[in-house]
T-cell receptor, first 114, second 113 residues
Framework: DQQVKQNSPSLSVQEGRISILNCDYT??????FLWYKKYPAEGPTFLIS?????DKNEDGRFTVFLNKSAKHLSLHIVPSQPGDSAVYFC?????????????FGDGTTLTVKP | NAGVTQTPKFQVLKTGQSMTLQCAQD?????MYWYRQDPGMGLRLIYY???????DKGEVPNGYNVSRLNKREFSLRLESAAPSQTSVYFC????????????FGDGTRLSIL
């Protein structure tokens, strides 16, 4: 049972428009989420995070929204730029004695067309 | 400003061979992790080390062993490689476990023939 799901394998948007990447989770015990960005042949890099005590976190062009009742989070990129073309992963760390165990979604490949 | 360094970057092995993937971080982080990524999938945790001297199994530990050599280094060993272990392996580190962004190396691409 995949506890963190990214149901869209790919997304294509025009430069300057909004990109919305979605992530769903099944375990209501998750209380912190992170988004990572990955370019080909490189490791993932941290992008933005959100705690369950918030419903929104913003960092420049990137905003993450959390809907706890729907167990859903989304990453908004506005405006999208060609350099944003990458694979985006959402991740949720476990808690307590399993705090080192993070669960990652399968990723969404974003293509931003000039 | 190296961050997390993984060696080697590429490796081809024959079934049954053994090898060790090396990982070192220079950020004075306490926690280190090994993941594998298969095509079209997310990262799956193999083993992690919350702090120097401790290691714990992740989601897919079978066929692997790890050693936290010191605070900087965390190695992953395949004792008898199998084709199912063909994957891209990522090492990561974080200041501590839990709600901490992880810093990743650029991966080791491993093929088992």
């Amino acid at each position: 049972d995949q506890q963190v799901k990214q149901n869209s394998p790919s997304l294509s948007v025009q430069e300057g428009r909004i990109s919305i990447l979605n992530c769903d989770y099944t375990n209501s015990m998750f209380d912190y989420f992170l988004w990572y960005k990955k370019y080909p042949a490189e490791g993932p890099t941290f992008l933005i995070s959100i705690s369950s005590i918030k419903d929104k976190n913003e960092d420049g062009r990137f905003t993450v929204f959390l809907n706890k009742s729907a167990k859903h989070l989304s990453l908004h990129i506005v405006p999208s730029q060609p350099g944003d073309s990458a694979v985006y992963f959402c991740a949720a760390p476990a808690w307590g004695t399993n705090a080192g165990k993070s669960t990652f979604g399968d990723g969404t490949t974003l293509t931003v067309k000039p | 400003n190296a961050g997390v360094t993984q060696t080697p970057k590429f490796q081809v092995l024959k079934t049954g061979q053994s090898m060790t993937l090396q990982c070192a971080q220079d950020m004075n982080h306490n926690s280190m992790y090994w993941y594998r990524q298969d095509p079209g999938m997310g990262l799956r945790l193999i083993y992690y080390s919350a702090s120097e001297g401790t290691t714990d199994k992740g989601e897919v530990p079978n066929g692997y062993n790890v050693s936290r050599l010191n605070k900087r280094e965390f190695s992953l060993r395949l004792e008898s490689a199998a084709p199912s272990q063909t994957s891209v392996y990522f090492c990561a580190s974080s200041p501590r476990e839990g709600r901490q962004p992880q810093h990743f190396g650029d991966g080791t691409r491993l093929s088992i023939l």
